[in-house]
């Protein structure tokens, strides 16, 4: 549409990412990297998607559109499955990575801590799943037009921007309870992750009714933002001595003794 | 992975696939328009003419402009500006842009919707007095016959093609598409009941950017290679070929004067324009000229030998803007560059506009001015001037006998003079719609046969002129079938099988479109475009033999643009032949004439005189993209809030984010965390 919606939407997308990254990344080189290595990981698990689905679709039928469809359930299908598997095999890089490390540096302890990979790696994914997501998209709404002259909804451009905030902190959010599951060998868990991810994706086929596919996801999103809150450490009563501003040598002090 | 990426990449994919526009979301958006002709801008050494739009198009929201009272909404009382005004075919000739312009902060461009068929009224973007400032008449010669004081040629004139416009200015025929955009205004920005149309409202996106500005100098000077931002330049001068031919062989390697050699020239011109590019059927005001003297040059074939003087037909090209092609050709004669000189000059015989309707007759025009010596039997008693014609050109460097050929007595009768709608059906050319192509070819129209009398009438003159006996005047008679493909040719479709016989298969193709205008020259050489082209191929063949066995090696087999092998007398042309029946084969052969080009760019741009008064100095503006497009737009509002929503959310983000993130270790201190994890 303009300048406007374009950077309405652009800090809509990305507002939580980039202040994520800018308060908690952006001053550790080594999460860094491993932010980079994660959204790398996830762009290789879209590309061999990618690759499937195209030859798919080269050797099917063109002109039934019932056949397209399938197609397309078929590649979400497949591209939610290779990104999970993806993230197990990060996952199984970043503890042999943590090893090497450990071997390597001089001190005891490791300088990364496995949830802190969690955290950043679903950060990765989620960036560059949300950056592919949406930056086409965001390409057209600086021109000077909007949707709708074939009659689809005017909201496409919010809607996008809405559902890749969600996507991106879903990813991170996934992250973080994967690799917990992972080292508790909780496989249950680790199913779940990936039925909800399926089912999160699969809500996008309703589009362009687009509350039926923004509420669920942000209900959805609520609630795996309170799994992986529990998932990392928090409870409620960490809740509450935060709001009651209790400071932190009130808190060692009262510390129980494991 | 969301659906959103995925159809990315569904589309992204596809795209790679088909070749075009690769972004769905932008299939979403915008509908483009196919077809368009823009009005581009031109310069002379003191002004620019034409339209301009800003460096990405402007922007404006559709209004259909039904009848005169909507203009108001445009100019004064709509509350979204700017507009994009449709002009409907019926308003399309009966309005003037000028309250267009006056209120060009609220107009953003016009789409005008070409007609299905010529207003009855008439209508001319040119001038009233046409190329007043460089003909012959002036304060020196004929000071009372100057700037149409005796006879306004063209009433019907308007000017607009003359006039700047600040908005782009395009034009659309009537089709599918249009009715696409009659369809959104309709559903979107209709005001009911005088309640203001809601958002979001249709509107459309025109660019032409042009990059030359100010006048010929001024672009000329930026086409310089040292000036960086355009690096191709931002102009050309407008340029192409004059086409000639004579009737005996001349030796044109020597240029200059020839002794003994006495020369009849038989002019016409070769190119029209309209309001906008590219657009120039030029029937009356070009086609019926030159397919006259075509076939005058076909019916003097077989009678020219035994003459005593040399008829030299020539088809200027560039006439419309102030006589390129001819002043340029004067301009050579006059330097000792041609192959004859003015001295060799005996008389001149030109043919202007000559289409005859049911009651209309043939008029000799001559200068009252100059002496007359000419032979010409009829003499006209009315002290009128010329009416705009090459033949001025020489006049100014010498007086030379000479007449005009018209069909007008004083005013034109063209009431289409240089517009879209001096086409076809104004001829009247009117071929049934159930005849095959190749039926219409064949057929003979009325007008063709009235046609074919005015070239009978112009070669009997030219014999008469060039030494013929009066006795053997009668056996002169023009074909009336030849006339008739011709017009069809030029006129209606130029792929057909007359002409496919007399070009080249390879370039069959490339002349799909005719049009009668002067197309710019590129990197400074001029370019000889298509009707030049076509002139000189059929010219080839009505006037010349085929060559004999020694002479085939001459025959260029290569592109349509050295078609002609030159020479120093003779030129050849590959001509392709009748296809031979039951076979796709064709019986090709070469043909040797007497037919060549010599430039058409006009003596200003030779001298570099960017400025001068006594020659043409028309340039085109260069320009990148030429496209529009037609989109919904959401209201302001909508926008702001979107960018306000957007800036709330990151600065809330950022809040929260620090406040966790200061306090995590009381947050996330929980019992449950592994022993090995530090923080």
Not at chain 1, 188 to 197: C, K, N, Q, R
Request: charged fraction near 15%.
């Amino acid at each position: 549409m303009t300048a406007a919606v374009f950077f309405g939407c652009t800090f809509i997308a990305f507002g939580p990412a980039i202040a994520l990254f800018l308060f908690t990344i952006a001053r550790e080189p080594l999460r860094v990297i491993f932010l980079i290595a994660g959204a790398f990981f996830w762009l290789v698990s879209l590309l061999l998607s990618s690759l499937v689905w195209f030859i798919s679709v080269q050797i099917s039928n063109k002109e039934s559109a019932a056949q397209q469809k399938g197609l397309l359930i078929f590649g979400v299908v497949l591209s939610v499955l290779l990104q999970e598997t993806f993230r197990f095999g990060y996952y199984k890089l970043l503890k042999k990575a943590n090893e090497g490390l450990l071997t390597l540096s001089q001190e005891e302890t490791m300088p990364i801590s496995i949830r802190q990979l969690a955290y950043v790696s679903g950060l990765g994914f989620g960036f560059m799943s949300g950056a592919f997501s949406v930056v086409n998209i965001l390409a057209d709404s600086a021109g000077p037009g909007t949707v709708g002259i074939h009659g689809d909804s005017q909201h496409y451009f919010l809607s996008s921007a809405f559902m890749t905030m969600a996507i991106i902190l879903l990813h991170m959010f996934w992250g973080v309870v994967f690799f917990d599951a992972c080292e508790k060998r909780c496989w249950w868990a680790v199913g779940l992750v990936v039925v909800i991810h399926l089912v999160v994706s699969c809500l996008t086929f309703q589009n362009p009714d687009y509350t039926a596919t923004l509420v669920p996801a942000y209900v959805i999103l609520f609630g795996m933002g309170v799994w992986a809150f529990y998932t990392a450490g928090g409870s409620l009563r960490n809740i509450k001595l935060c709001l009651t501003c209790k400071d932190k040598d009130f808190l060692l002090s009262n510390h129980r003794p494991r | 992975m969301d659906l959103l990426s995925d159809k990315w990449i569904v589309n992204v994919v596809l795209c790679l696939l088909f070749v075009g526009n690769c972004n769905s979301v932008e299939k979403k958006i915008y509908i483009n328009l196919n077809e368009t002709f823009p009005c581009v801008r031109l310069l002379n050494a003191t002004h620019q003419i034409g339209c301009q739009s800003s460096l990405s198009g402007d922007v404006g929201v559709l209004h259909l402009l039904e009848s005169e009272e909507n203009l108001d909404w445009v100019l004064r009382t709509g509350p979204n500006p700017p507009y994009m005004v449709i002009l409907e075919s019926t308003l399309f000739t009966r309005y003037r842009p000028c309250s267009l312009k006056n209120g060009s902060s609220r107009v953003a461009g016009v789409l005008a919707v070409q007609p299905t068929s010529n207003p009855p009224e008439g209508f001319s973007p040119h001038t009233s007095c046409p190329n007043e400032n460089t003909g012959v008449y002036s304060e020196t010669y004929g000071p009372s016959y100057a700037h149409c004081n005796v006879t306004m040629w063209n009433p019907l004139g308007t000017g607009i093609s003359y006039e700047e416009f600040d908005f782009p200015i395009f034009s659309v025929k009537d089709d599918n598409d249009t009715e696409v955009i009659r369809r959104c205004y309709m559903e979107h920005n209709r005001a009911v009941n005088g309640s203001t149309p809601q958002y979001p409202l249709c509107a459309m996106q025109l660019m032409s950017h042009m990059a030359a500005v100010t006048d010929t100098a001024t672009c000329m000077r930026r086409n310089a290679p040292t000036f960086s931002l355009a690096p191709d330049g931002v102009c050309d001068p407008l340029g192409d070929a004059n086409i000639w031919a004579s009737t005996k062989p001349l030796n044109s390697s020597t240029k200059g004067h020839k002794d003994g050699v006495s020369v009849v020239i038989a002019a016409t011109k070769l190119d029209s324009r309209s309001f906008f590019f590219d657009v120039a059927p030029g029937a009356d005001s070009a086609a019926t000229g030159l397919v006259a003297l075509l076939a005058a040059a076909s019916a003097l074939h077989n009678a020219t030998a035994e003459l005593n003087r040399t008829i030299l037909y020539t088809f200027f090209n560039g006439e419309t803007f102030d006589y390129i092609g001819s002043s340029r050709m004067v301009y050579d004669m006059a330097k000792n560059d041609f192959t004859v000189d003015l001295d060799n000059i005996h008389s001149i015989l030109e043919v202007g506009q000559v289409a005859l309707g049911p009651d209309s007759r043939l008029w000799l025009h001559s200068d009252p001015v100059s002496k007359r010596n000419s032979s010409v039997n009829v003499e006209p008693n009315v002290t009128q001037p010329l009416p705009p014609s090459s033949f001025q050109r020489f006049l100014l460097e010498r007086p030379i006998p000479g007449v005009v050929i018209e069909n007008h007595q004083t005013s034109f009768t063209n009431k289409y003079y240089q517009s879209m709608f001096d086409n076809a059906e104004y001829l009247k050319l009117n071929y049934p719609p159930n005849l095959t192509p190749e039926e219409q070819l064949e057929l003979v129209t009325d007008s063709a046969k009235a046609l074919t009398e005015v070239a009978t009438t112009v070669a009997r003159g030219l014999y008469l002129q060039a030494g013929g006996e009066l006795a053997q005047m009668s056996r002169i008679q023009a074909d009336s079938e030849l006339v008739s493909k011709m017009l069809y040719t030029f006129l209606v479709r130029v792929n057909n099988s007359w002409f496919d016989q007399l070009v080249k298969s390879d370039w069959t193709g490339v002349l799909s479109e005719l049009m009668l205008y002067e197309i710019n020259t590129s990197e400074r050489k001029v370019k000889t475009t298509e009707p030049a082209l076509m002139v000189q191929c059929i010219l080839a063949n009505l006037t010349g033999s085929i060559a004999n066995i020694t002479e085939v090696y001459f025959c260029p087999f290569s592109s349509p643009n050295f078609l002609f092998l030159c020479c120093q007398i003779y030129s050849y042309l590959w001509v392709q032949g009748p296809v031979r029946p039951n076979s796709t084969e064709r019986d090709s052969f070469c043909v040797r004439s007497l037919v060549r080009q010599s430039k058409a760019l006009s003596p200003a741009f030779e001298l570099s005189e960017y400025t001068s008064k006594n020659y043409s100095t028309w340039a085109e503006s260069r320009w990148s993209a030429i496209k529009g497009r037609i989109f919904l737009v959401a209201s302001h509002d909508l926008e702001m809030l979107t960018l306000g929503v957007g800036v709330g959310v990151l600065l809330m983000s950022l809040l929260l984010t620090y406040i966790v993130s200061s306090k995590a270790d009381i947050l996330f201190s929980s019992g449950r965390e592994p022993t090995n994890a530090t923080y």
